[in-house]
C-alpha cells in the first residue's frame, strides 16, 4: 500500500476484492461488540464498510478504546461476509474487512448530538455543531443532491443556449419587495452599498448590452422574518433574462429545464409535460392561493350569489355580504362518511385560523334527489341547495364547507381549508409532481397601510396594454406581463417582461408614488440604458432552495442548506451576527445607537 490514508473509500470494496488487503480512513460510524468480537461500521463521504477485529488481532487492544466519530485508519484483508450474515441493502453488504492494524487519526471528545440514526435532534444544538449534523446521512444526502441539481441546472441552461454570467454582490439598494442588507463604506463615509435582493437590474442591464440568453446561479439576500420555506438571510436562484423575447418564448425555454430537474431527481414521481395557464384571479378562486397544490383535485366554488337569494334566511352570511364580503365553497369528496368529530375538529381548526369557523352541509339520498344536513342546511331551501351542489359538482356522500368574509379573507381561510381537507380525506395524490404557470397578474395592489397604489410584484415589468393602458385605465384593473411557476403549493419561480419603453417605465413608477426624478436617482443606470436602444426582453428567476426541498421530500429548507440560521437569523457555528469592534465603527464612521434594554 503506497497511500498513507487509503486504498479505497469505504463505498468501494465488493464481493471481487475478497482475499485481497486494503486501507480504509474514517470515521467510527457504529461500534458494537457481539460476545468479544468488535465490528467497527466505518464511514467517510463515499460509504459505510463493515470492520471485524477479533481478539486475535494485532490491533484489539486499541480497537477496544475506539468510541463514535474517531476518524482511524484500518488496515485489513477483505473476505466475504459469512453465509447468512450478508447486507443487500448496502453496497458493500456482501463483504467485511478483518482489522490487522488501526491508527488513530483524530479522537473526538463527547459528542453533543448522535451522528448515528439520524433521530430528530434539537435545531439549536444542530445548527451550533453544525459540521456533525452534516455527517448524518440523510442531510449528507440532501446536500449531495444539491450539488446534483444544481450541476444539472447548468447543464440544461447551457443546452438552452444561455451563457452564465456573474454580477456584482456590493450593489445599490432597490425596491424589489423586502428590506435590504446594508454595508457601510469605509471610503464613502454616511453611504452604504446594499446586498442584492436580485441581479434584476443587472441582468436587464446586460440585455441592453446586447448579451441575448443570460443565466446565473445567484445568491440573493434579503432582510425578511425566516420561515420553514424561506431562508434567512440569503437564499440562491437560478436568474434567467432573453432578448427579443414574447411571454410564451420564456415558457417554451425554461418549461424543458424545471420539467427534466423533477424528472431526474423526481425518484420516479409523475411530472406534468402539459402545464396549464392559469390566470391569476381564477387560481385564487378555485384555489384560493396563487400558488395551488394541483395533486388536490377539489375545486372552490363562489357561492355568494346563492346565499344572497331573498329565500335564503342566513343572516350571518348575508351580513357579511351585505358588506362587499363573498361566500367560497369548499367541496369535500366522500366526506359524509366521516364522524361528526371530522366536522368539529375542522371548524375548530378554522377559530384557529382566526375565523369564526366554517359552516357546512352533508348531502343524502339519490342523486336526482338530494338533501342536505348539518348546521346551515336549514337556513337554505332545497331548490338553493340543489344549485350548490351543482356548482360544486358534490353527489350523496359528499360535503361542502362556506368561508365567508371579505374577499382576500374568504380566499385565504377557503384555501387552506381546501389543502387540509384534502390531505385530511386522503385525496391529494403526494407521489405527484405538478407544475403550472400562474399568468396575468394585477400589475398594481391597494397598499392599506399607506393608502397607495403600490406595485403588486416586480416594478419592472410590462403592463398588459403598455403605456396606453397606464395612460387610460384604472391602475388597479391593469394586468401585468408577470408569472410564476407553481409546483405542489410552492411557488418556485417568477418573472416577467420588462418594461423597457422609457416613457412607459417613468409612468409606471409614477402611479406608485415616484416621481421622474427619484425613479433617474435610484434607478439611473437602467433609465439611461433604455435611452439608447433597448432591446424587447424578459426573464424568471427559480428557487434553488425550494426545488430542492421538494425533490428531497422535507418541509425545512434547513435540511437542505449547508450552513443555515435560525429563526432569529443567527449563525450559531460562527456566532453571527456580531459586535463590532470600537476601531472598525471609527473606520467606518457609525455611531451605535442602540435600543434600550427591556426591564
Known sequence: MTHCYRSHTCGALREAEAGKTTRLSGWCHRIRDHGGVLFIDLRDHYGMTQCVVDPDSPAFKLAEKLRSEWVVRIDGSVR??????????????????????????????????????DVDYPEDIRLKYRFLDL???????????????????????????????????????????????????????????????????????????????????????????????????EFYQLDVEMSFVTQEDIFAAM????????????????????????????????????????????IIADVTEEFSRDDVSFKAFKGVIAQGGVVRAIPATNAGAQPRSFFDKLNDWAKGEGAAGLGYIIFEGEADAMTGKGPIAKFLPPNVQALIAEKCGLKPGDAVFFACDQAEKAAKLAGAARLKIGLDLGLTDLERIELCWIVDFPMYEWNEDDKRVDFSHNPFSMPQGGLDALTTQDPLTIKAFQYDIACNGYEIASGGIRN?????????????GYSEETVVERFGGMYRAFQYGAPPHGGMAAGVDRIIMLLARVQNLREISLFPMNQRAEDLLMGAPSDATPKQLRELHIRLNLPEAKG
Open 135 to 233: 455527517r448524518r446521512e440523510k442531510l449528507h444526502k440532501n446536500i449531495m443532491l444539491r450539488g446534483k441539481v444544481v450541476d444539472s441546472m447548468r447543464a440544461r441552461m447551457k443546452e438552452q443556449g444561455f451563457f452564465e454570467f456573474q454580477t456584482p454582490i456590493l450593489t445599490a439598494s432597490s425596491p424589489e419587495g423586502a428590506r435590504d442588507f446594508l454595508v457601510p463604506s469605509r471610503i464613502h463615509p454616511g453611504k452604504f452599498y446594499a446586498l442584492p435582493q436580485a441581479p434584476q437590474q443587472y441582468k436587464q442591464l446586460l440585455m441592453m448590452a446586447g448579451f441575448d440568453r443570460y443565466f446565473q446561479i445567484a445568491p440573493c439576500f434579503r432582510d425578511e422574518d425566516p420561515r420553514a420555506d424561506r431562508l434567512p438571510g
Open 80 to 117: 466475504l461476509r459469512p453465509a447468512g450474515t450478508e447486507n443487500p441493502e448496502m453496497p458493500t453488504g456482501m463483504i467485511e474487512v478483518y482489522v490487522t492494524e488501526i491508527e488513530v487519526l483524530g479522537a473526538a471528545a463527547e459528542l453533543p448530538m448522535p451522528v448515528f440514526g
Open 500 to 512: 423597457h419603453v422609457p416613457e412607459a417605465m417613468v409612468k409606471a413608477f409614477e402611479i406608485a
Open 255 to 298: 418549461e424543458p429545464v424545471i420539467r427534466g430537474i423533477f424528472e431526474e431527481f423526481g425518484e420516479g414521481r409523475p411530472v406534468t409535460q402539459q402545464w396549464r395557464r392559469i390566470p391569476y384571479a381564477e387560481s385564487m378562486l378555485k384555489y384560493g392561493s396563487d400558488k395551488p397544490d394541483l395533486r388536490n383535485p377539489l
